[in-house]
């Protein structure tokens, strides 16, 4: 689905472009796409030379789940002294929170097509778990309990 894209941000960065495949959910649940996005990205990494890739030029990029992996990814490397470091990370609406779905961006967004408030917690949800029965839980926030809420206020609040 996005191999058009892919060839259009090599074309027009003059970049090489790996588009990785990753096991989907709800047949394959966390953290499944997580490692094999990881897998693949170290991989590359590790064989750079034979890519003909210049090491300071590798970025990760994803949007709506990809962008979570990419961000993920990023995060879990960032500490590694064995693979060269990534120059950045790309993320077009990544899904990186799913504490509340009630803050201003899901509360202004909520109608936008195509990724509803709705439809962005039901597919969280298949992600982690593959189970959709407690959407309302989500939806409403009484999923976290309140001490964990109070621990990342300062990261997930409307403030």
């Known amino acids: 689905t996005h191999e058009e894209l892919c060839r259009f941000i090599a074309r027009e ?3 090489v472009v790996v588009s990785v495949g990753y096991r989907l959910a709800p047949e394959h649940k966390y953290p499944a796409a ?7 990205t170290q991989h590359f990494l590790q064989h750079l030379q034979h890519y003909g890739v210049d090491p300071a ?8 789940a990809g962008g979570n992996l990419a961000a993920a990814v ?3 490397l960032a500490g590694s002294s064995h693979l060269p470091r990534l120059r950045a990370q790309i993320l077009i609406y990544p899904g990186l929170q799913a ?13 936008v097509p ?13 992600y982690l778990n593959g189970n959709a029965t407690k959407l309302e839980e989500v939806l409403e926030g009484s999923h ?9 206020k300062k990261w997930v609040s409307p403030d």
Request: proline content about 4%.
């Open 13 to 15: 960065s003059e970049s």
């Open 34 to 40: 997580y490692e094999d996005c990881l897998s693949a």
């Open 57 to 64: 030029r590798v970025t990760v990029c994803g949007d709506s």
């Open 74 to 76: 990023s995060q879990t």
């Open 99 to 111: 504490l509340d779905f009630n803050l201003p961006s899901y509360q202004q967004n909520r109608g």
């Open 114 to 126: 195509l990724l509803f408030r709705e439809r962005a917690a039901f597919y969280m949800l298949q």
């Open 144 to 152: 976290i309990p309140i001490d964990i809420k109070l621990k990342y």
